[in-house]
């Protein structure tokens, strides 16, 4: 895919996804009631607010895009241009009172991941990226770490408490003991540790497009690597890990060639 600017995609998503902090914040200091959705997960009234007002923006700024969003949005494309939208990523850290949650946009063209923001309104802190152009936290540079030993690498690990479907469960706490240290602060956040050098790799067992779409470009562009269980590399495939260039090879190990294992005898 030719790269192009986007630069103007980029202002826009900026705005929208500060609009959208502003209005979860408000919802915030009103307190909300979670309700549980068909797969259990949480959701509120400011997740669906927020999705309404991101729809609603980009669907006045690219009427002929389509739209891809966690809590239903869904317009075919016209152009080969979609919009993957998390209003509220982290919501059960929101209902809990504590700013671990984003609101997470990306641009997908012709099937690929061109800009991509994760908004933490709580935090103040907002990590951007467009394809080619690198990775920013408040328009600050940042770069995975350098780290090339397991036991002088942090570890992040979501969802922990559904991994036990997978062949390498039984093994993870004894690997996880290489590492210098593990943390687990939920899926976006684990992330952004890993794209600024504060953390070296990060396991997410389970995930959807919205996700992962913004940080799986955030993730490449501080020169990280993507990849998921199956092997391959993409936001559609449930699962993700993420690493620096170094440690790939010990979590594809461990990771994909277990999961391979699996597949190949059931």
């Known amino acids: 895919m030719k790269l192009m600017s986007f630069e103007l995609e ?22 909300v009631t979670a309700e549980e959705k068909s797969d259990e997960s949480p959701v509120t009234i400011a997740d669906k607010e927020s999705e309404k007002l991101i729809v609603n923006a980009l669907s006045s700024a690219f009427p002929e895009d389509g739209l891809l969003g966690e809590e239903g949005a869904n317009k075919p494309s016209k152009n080969g241009r979609k919009w993957i939208i998390d209003p509220l990523d982290g919501t059960r850290d929101f209902v809990r009172g504590n700013g671990l949650w984003a609101v997470l946009l990306a641009l997908e063209v012709d099937g690929e991941v061109t800009a991509g923001i994760a908004h933490f309104p709580a935090l103040r802190k907002t990590y951007t990226a467009i394809k080619g152009g690198g990775a920013f936290c408040n328009d600050l540079p940042i770069r995975v770490s350098a780290t090339t030993d397991l036991s002088k690498a942090v570890l992040c690990a979501n969802s922990l408490q559904k991994v036990n479907q997978f062949s390498w469960a039984k093994n993870l ?34 995930s959807q497009p919205w996700d992962l779409a913004p940080l799986k470009l955030l993730i490449e562009e501080a020169g990280g690597k993507f990849f998921n269980m199956d092997g391959g590399s993409s936001i559609y495939a449930g699962n993700c890990l993420a690493c620096t260039p170094a440690l790939e090879a010990e979590m594809r190990r461990f990771f994909v060639k277990q999961s391979e294992s699996v597949t190949t005898h059931t």
Request: proline share 4%.
């Open 173 to 206: 706490v004894e690997w996880m003991g290489q590492f210098w240290a593990v943390r687990s602060q939920g899926g976006g956040p684990d992330c952004m540790m890993l794209i600024s050098g504060q953390s070296d790799a990060w396991l997410e067992p389970t």
């Open 10 to 31: 980029m202002e826009i998503m900026r705005r929208i996804s500060a609009q959208a902090g502003a209005l979860i914040l408000r919802y915030a200091e009103q307190g």
